[in-house]
């Protein structure tokens, strides 16, 4: 499968709004990330090996006080830390400027530096050590951040 014009454009656009951004990711966890490179990724789906093209996000880990937490109480990943991966989603994912999402909900980027230095804050100093509740700590509060942006934007 070729790239599309339309896909090239969201990965432009997914550059500019990410590539080299700090913020906080959200997947069964909880951490302070940066954002070294949005690409078109592609993958075999099945049998026939059909190739699919999907928005890449490579993420590095940037060690942080408190972070990350997790919420089994740890972390699937067994490689050394700072941690690299990479997430994608599909290309109708929406782009904002301070937050992006998988399409189908499973990770989430949160840039805004006020939010990011508010869940560090948290994370930094959270009395005890169950990464579980510090873990839906973190997300209530995003998810209240968030929900008055919206209403704002709404107003």
Known sequence: MGNSPNNAAIVEKARFLYEGREGIYIEKGALRVRV?????GSACVNTTN??????AFDLEQIPTSGLPVWLDG?????????????VGTNFETNLFHNYCSAA???????????????VVEMATNFAGDDSPELY??????????????LSKTKS
């Open 36 to 40: 070294n490179s949005v690409r078109i």
């Open 136 to 149: 839906r700590k973190i997300c209530g509060h995003i998810d209240a951040e968030t929900a008055k942006k």
């Open 50 to 55: 059909d190739l699919i093209e999907y928005l």
């Open 104 to 118: 189908y909900g499973g990770w989430s980027l949160h840039f805004a530096q006020k939010l990011a230095a508010e």
């Open 74 to 86: 740890k972390g699937p990943y067994l490689e050394p830390h700072p941690l690299r991966w990479e």
